[in-house]
């Protein structure tokens, strides 16, 4: 299968220096919201985590209430959908993995939290993912065949979709992204490439929210270092100066 490639200019919270763009962090919250829920959960992250990407506790707990989470009825005490409060974590979108699979050609989608971990180079995985999908008649190697002409006995089956930057080449999810499947509040261009790139960097804070302060934090120690390093230096000169 193929490497994961970068976007065009490449992540904001890319690099030493890197910072997180918050407008691009709510648009991609916007995307698995609206494209990405339907089929896949976001068990580690809770409504009040919402809160670093920018919004007040007050949008957090409007925001929490749009989604329905699974609750009891306090008077029957039957279970029922209740919305969410700004403590809860995201619900799962199918009863049980029974349900999943029967939705999906026996395919769990997988909770998403820490896909960009999960995943070898995970950001770049999951855009080239979502803007991978490419037609298996048509598609050419890296040694320029087609892979249909190298490889005839290659078959992309029946509700399956080919994908070469999926390790099996073939997987049960249809390209997700549309393009206009989301309007965006900030008046963002909603490309597929736009919205596959938000959404991935959304799935980068998810799966490390604290990956722009540890860069930071890095800064800090190398400066630390560098200051105890000349100290060092000085205590040496003046501690060795009497011995000739
Ligand atoms: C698999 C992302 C929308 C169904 C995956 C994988 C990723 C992903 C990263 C995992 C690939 C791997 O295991 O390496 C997304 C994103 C979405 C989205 C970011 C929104 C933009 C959807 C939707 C559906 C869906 C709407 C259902 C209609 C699935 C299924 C799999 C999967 C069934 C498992 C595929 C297999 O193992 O063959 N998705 N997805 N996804 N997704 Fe999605």
């Known amino acids: 299968h193929l490497e994961a490639r970068a976007p065009e200019g490449g992540f904001a919270f890319e690099g030493p220096l890197g910072r997180w763009d918050v407008a691009q962090l709510q648009r991609g919250y916007q995307v698995y919201k609206e494209v990405c829920s339907?089929?896949?959960?976001?068990?580690h992250v809770a409504f009040r985590d919402l809160a670093q990407l920018g919004?007040?506790?007050?949008?957090?707990?409007?925001?929490?209430?749009t989604w329905n989470v699974p609750g009891v009825d306090p008077t029957t005490g039957e279970a029922v959908m209740r919305p969410a409060l700004a403590t809860d974590y995201f619900p799962r979108p199918y009863a049980n993995d029974i349900a999943a699979r029967a939705a999906n050609r026996n395919a769990i989608p997988p909770d998403l939290s820490l896909m960009t971990k999960a995943r070898h180079n995970g950001t770049h995985y999951v855009y080239s993912l979502l803007t991978g999908y490419r037609d298996p008649a048509t598609f050419a190697l890296a040694s320029g065949e087609r892979l249909a002409a190298e490889f005839p006995e290659f078959?992309?089956?029946?509700g399956?979709?080919?994908?070469?930057y999926f390790p099996n080449l073939n997987l049960a999810m249809a390209a997700p992204i549309t393009a206009n499947a989301v309007t965006y509040?900030?008046?963002t261009e909603a490309s597929v490439d736009q919205m596959s790139q938000?959404?991935?960097a959304f799935l980068t804070w998810t799966a490390e929210p604290t990956l722009v302060k540890r860069k930071q934090t890095g800064?800090?120690?190398m400066l630390f270092t560098l200051f105890v390093t000349v100290l060092a230096?000085?205590?040496k000169n003046q501690l060795w100066a009497p011995v000739k």
């Open 160 to 164: 399956l979709h080919f994908n070469p």
């Open 155 to 158: 078959e992309t089956t029946d």
């Open 38 to 43: 339907a089929c896949h959960s976001l068990n």
């Open 219 to 221: 800064w800090w120690i």
């Open 233 to 235: 230096w000085f205590a």
């Open 198 to 200: 938000d959404v991935a």
């Open 185 to 187: 509040a900030d008046g």
């Open 55 to 65: 919004y007040s506790e007050a949008q957090v707990k409007a925001e929490a209430l």
